[in-house]
T-cell receptor
Framework: QQQVKQSPQSLIVQKGGISIINCAYENTAFDYFPWYQQFPGKGPALLIAIRPDVSEKKEGRFTISFNKSAKQFSLHIMDSQPGDSATYFCAASMGSSNTGKLIFGQGTTLQVKP | SQTIHQWPATLVQPVGSPLSLECTVEGTSNPNLYWYRQAAGRGLQLLFYSVGIGQISSEVPQNLSASRPQDRQFILSSKKLLLSDSGFYLC??????????FGDGTRLSIL
């Protein structure tokens, strides 16, 4: 019940295309859902996050879509660029908890071909 | 602004040797602090977290320990390293709650 399942494991997209990564969770107590971007040899960096009171959040070319009833959320990268090639992690947390513990998905390695 | 520092960036240690990795946060007070391990090509495994000085919670029983001697300092230690301790170790901080911000990690190789 504490898992976050992420798919696909790897993704290849042509430059200019749309990259879509999906995550699913079971614990309905989760109320904070961030996405992290990680480049090789670096720590993950927070990309965008959403809370379940909204169904979509957009920041530049990155959009989170959230489906509370299905317990799913996804990251859409519009106009994908070679510089977007990285590993992406979704995560979930009970934001009301002061521990701030995150449950991470297994990651998606994105390759954007020029 | 807040910054997080981890060192060393890379470390090569023999089996059975001790380990000490340090993480410090600047520009904030009373942060939550976290240690993660990431195996090659895999996800993030939470090892320890701390919500205050001297308060350490362990997520996975193993050959490692953590300490928080000061408000913004988090240390990961081992008395005797195993081959299985190899990996990419990441420290993170957050205000009370979210979001978490990661350091650039320590690549640990055990020979």
């Amino acid at each position: 019940q504490q898992q976050v399942k992420q798919s696909p494991q790897s993704l290849i997209v042509q430059k200019g295309g749309i990259s879509i990564i999906n995550c699913a969770y079971e614990n309905t107590a989760f109320d904070y859902f961030p996405w992290y971007q990680q480049f090789p040899g670096k720590g993950p960096a927070l990309l965008i996050a959403i809370r379940p009171d909204v169904s979509e959040k957009k920041e530049g070319r990155f959009t989170i879509s959230f489906n509370k009833s299905a317990k799913q959320f996804s990251l859409h990268i519009m106009d994908s660029q070679p510089g977007d090639s990285a590993t992406y992690f979704c995560a979930a947390s009970m934001g009301s908890s002061n521990t701030g513990k995150l449950i991470f998905g297994q990651g998606t390695t994105l390759q954007v071909k020029p | 602004s807040q910054t997080i520092h981890q060192w060393p960036a890379t470390l090569v240690q023999p089996v059975g040797s001790p380990l000490s990795l340090e993480c410090t946060v600047e520009g904030t007070s009373n942060p939550n602090l976290y240690w993660y391990r990431q195996a090659a090509g895999r996800g993030l495994q939470l090892l320890f977290y701390s919500v205050g000085i001297g308060q350490i919670s362990s997520e996975v029983p193993q050959n490692l320990s953590a300490s928080r001697p000061q408000d913004r300092q988090f240390i990961l230690s081992s008395k005797k390293l195993l081959l299985s301790d190899s990996g990419f170790y990441l420290c993170a901080w957050s205000p009370q709650g979210q979001p978490q911000h990661f350091g650039d990690g320590t690549r640990l190789s055990i020979l």
